[in-house]
């Protein structure tokens, strides 16, 4: 497939690209069981590197492979580096060119019927000029020009329309028709106090929310109203946009960002309780019509859950598997027999928590996790005897594997719980990898690891006749990826909005502007390819010279300060309902944008999205020390907290244990330290600044503090999979593929090393530690400990 444009109509394909990207192992022979043609990943590969995410991919070469990793050291502070993805939509120019005329319209003459705004439209030279601007696009894209093709009121409808469904305008009913107006933003009632409060809340939720791209579209419009800078401005300034010198983030999932175009139709699909259409990435499997249900969330584990009912039966489908999903006009309620509930799996087991030395922190972290499945028997001087009950146990060994040493099973009333877990630790002591008892000996084919000859056996099932699907109701239109969150319309918005505003600009200035746009690369080398050219058509057109024949003016009357989407409204009903998010605003803001929110919906109806824990349940008992750190990064003051004088420099929130840490410097080790929040009582704030330059001396000691693990990995019981889901947030590189066995290294900073070694414990004896890093000896003296407490000892 040729190059055409560097800009995305789908992100199907370029989902499971990414996914594939961010595991760190990608190659161009394996793209294909993920869905990806070879072409396609060769599209892909150019079509990134106009883009900005393309500066944090590097390739090694691995025999004959080409490994594709993604540097996330770029992203140390754990942001959403995908988050704008959604702006390199392939927004069509001559549909921007009547988006502009219309929201010109509008917000000249407000509360206007449709007929009147395509008058209006038809009085000024629009129309000419549109037909001008398809002239150039047709000779571009050399074809011959389409006659019919007028900004007539069938067309502006139909832009209306888009418009309408994104929520950018909102239409009345009146007794003789319609009138149109644009919809409030919301946010121009604020004072610019208020909006910074809301910045920093949008910023930190951006990287919690399951639908975050929203967030991040949201968050450039707030910066703009605070700043107030024009384009030029923005290019010019070295750091524009929101600064977080403030918080980090783990165990959050980038991913969720790709699937937002299954999670906007489905909350649709919930919401006006429809049918909808899952078409899946294996090969082979048919379309499936499901009523959906619900939503899980599995942080730690980065997967989602869809929940549904299948021709009366429960199903569930893993939201990564699924291509594409469509509303139908079906709605949920036809057809619809007693649903046949899953098989109940609930297994019952008898656990022993040793009482070991220094075993309290652990405990307490073990009793937060399962609190809701375990039930306390009996405490001797030697172990708490404990009864875990849930639903297939043999899912819950890896995590009772990170708390090896303590932990031991007893007994179990299925007896391949126990057996699994001691074979799997007798097995992680043996200096070579041995395929421990009691599983099976038919695994899971592993995408990475699938030979060519069979993905190309399996591409014959998948070639189907395309029919047109007859129960789809009406045109989708995305949430996000869409016209007015392109890059391309954003970027004409803004230079239209300065020319109105009386910002001077020449027309070799816009050119400029355009050429050097937030997601285009600065390599000097690289071609334009058509869609740039149409930018600068399309600029062409929409600016006339002025009166002094050196500067330009737009041939728009006026446009609003900003536009907002109903996807960045839920977004903010998200946050003000979320009480991971909504601490960071005042009550009284809470309520002002709770009041203006009232008739726009959370994205998920309720109790339709669920955050499964499995992880450590770490939420603070009480936020005001949170608070408190905030306040002193805000202010530079350093703090005492557990008796220690520490300048704090970063607040570490876990999404998926909903806890807390602080990143300080501790002034008396000299060195940073990663301070748990979770019961802290105690804390003071100082009238002292923080130590001088922290900020650069911390970037200093993540590039020079940095410890490198190496290990061998082997695909046993999914553990590839899971591995890379357990190192997200790290930087990965794949050093050596032979037959099922990864070389894998990954670089930690020191006060990571304990979330390293609880996730080399869950992947138990998968993982074999090749290099001479203090984590081996350690592993090895805890699974020593462990075999020595044992019952089968």
Request: net charge neutral; proline share 4%.
């Amino acid at each position: 497939m040729a190059t055409s444009t560097n800009y995305l109509n789908d992100l199907a394909s370029m989902r499971q690209f990414i996914r594939s990207l961010t595991f760190g192992n990608h190659n161009r022979g394996k793209a294909n069981v993920r869905g990806i043609k070879g072409s396609q990943h060769d599209d892909i590969i150019r079509r990134l590197d106009y883009f900005d995410i393309m500066r944090h991919i590097y390739t090694q070469r691995i025999g004959k492979a080409s490994i594709h990793h993604l540097e996330k050291n770029d992203f140390i502070d754990g942001y959403n580096y995908l988050n704008n993805l959604y702006e390199l939509y392939a927004a069509v120019p001559e549909q921007i060119y009547v988006q502009l005329c219309i929201l010109a319209g509008l917000t000249e003459s407000d509360d206007i019927t449709l007929t009147t705004l395509t008058n209006n439209l038809g009085l000024s030279d629009y129309g000419n000029l549109y037909e001008e601007l398809l002239k150039i696009l047709h000779k571009q894209r050399n074809k011959q020009p389409q006659k019919e093709k007028v900004m007539d009121q069938q067309y502006i409808k139909r832009q209306v329309k888009t418009l309408e469904t994104l929520g950018v305008i909102e239409k009345k009913e009146r007794s003789k028709g319609y009138l149109y107006s644009i919809k409030n933003t919301i946010l121009d009632s604020l004072t610019k106090q208020q909006l910074e409060e809301l910045a920093m809340a949008v910023f930190f939720y951006t990287n919690v929310s399951l639908t975050s791209a929203a967030g991040h579209i949201l968050l450039q419009k707030i910066m703009y109203l605070i700043t107030g800078l024009s384009l030029k401005q923005q290019q010019e300034s070295i750091m524009y946009g929101f600064n977080n010198t403030y918080f980090t983030f783990k165990d959050n999932n980038p991913n969720n960002v790709i699937d937002g175009d299954i999670f906007y139709p489905l909350a649709d699909a919930l919401h006006r309780h429809k049918k909808v259409r899952l078409t899946f990435y294996e090969p082979g499997k048919p379309k499936e019509v499901v009523t959906p249900l619900a939503v899980e969330t599995y942080y730690g584990e980065n997967k989602n859950i869809l929940h549904s009912i299948n021709n009366g039966h429960l199903q569930i489908n893993r939201i990564d598997r699924i291509k594409s999903l469509e509303v139908t006009k079906y709605n949920s309620s036809d057809f619809i027999q007693t649903p046949v509930p899953l098989k109940s799996n609930y297994n019952s087991c008898i656990l022993h928590f040793l009482t070991l030395p220094r075993y309290e922190p652990l405990y307490n972290q073990f009793i937060r996790q399962f609190k809701s499945l375990i039930n306390i028997l009996n405490t001797t001087s030697e172990y708490i005897e404990l009864q875990l009950t849930a639903t297939d146990i043999l899912q819950w060994l890896p995590l009772l594997r990170s708390y090896l040493p303590y932990i031991h099973i007893i007994s179990s009333d299925k007896p391949s719980i126990k057996q699994r877990f001691y074979s799997n630790l007798c097995a992680s002591l043996e200096k070579e990898f041995k395929e421990p008892e009691g599983y099976k000996i038919k695994q899971k084919e592993n995408p990475f690891l699938i030979s060519k000859e069979k993905s190309s056996a399996k591409k014959g099932l998948q070639k189907q006749v395309s029919k047109r699907d007859t129960d789809i109701n009406g045109v989708y239109v995305s949430s996000v990826l869409n016209d007015i969150n392109a890059i391309t319309f954003t970027t004409q918005y803004q230079i239209q909005l300065d020319l109105i505003n009386g910002v001077s600009y020449t027309k070799q200035d816009i050119e400029d502007l355009i050429n050097h746009r937030r997601l285009l690369t600065t390599e000097i080398f690289k071609k334009s390819l058509p869609n740039d050219k149409y930018e600068l058509d399309l600029a062409n057109i929409l600016i006339t010279p002025s009166d002094d024949g050196k500067h330009v003016e737009s041939i728009l009357s006026d446009l609003p300060l900003i536009i907002m989407s109903d996807a960045e409204r839920m977004f903010l009903k998200d946050l003000i309902n979320d009480e991971r998010a909504n601490w960071l605003l005042s009550p009284e803001l809470c309520q002002q944008l709770d009041d203006e929110l009232k008739n726009i919906n959370t994205t998920f109806p309720d109790r339709t999205w669920k955050k499964v824990p499995t992880m450590t349940d770490d939420t603070p008992i009480n936020m005001d020390t949170i608070k408190q750190c905030l306040v002193a990064i805000q202010q530079n003051a350093r703090i005492i907290l557990n008796d220690r004088e520490v300048s704090p420099c970063r607040l570490e929130y876990s999404v998926g244990s909903n806890g807390y840490t602080l990143i300080a410097y501790d002034h008396d080790t000299q060195t940073f330290l990663n301070i748990d929040l979770q019961d802290v009582a105690n804390i003071s704030i100082l009238d002292i600044p923080r130590l001088e330059d922290l900020e650069t001396i911390y970037t200093t000691y993540r590039n020079e503090s940095k410890q490198t693990l190496i290990f061998k990995l082997h695909d046993l019981n999914n553990a590839v999979d899971r591995c890379f889901n357990y190192f997200s947030n790290y930087t990965i590189q794949t050093k050596d593929i032979v037959a099922k066995e990864f070389t894998i290294e990954i670089n930690y900073l020191p006060f990571q090393e304990e979330d390293i070694l609880r996730n080399l414990l869950k992947l138990g004896c998968a993982v074999r530690v090749v290099d001479e890093s203090p984590l081996r000896e350690k592993l090895e003296t805890i699974y020593k400990t462990a075999l020595s407490y044992s019952p089968i000892n």
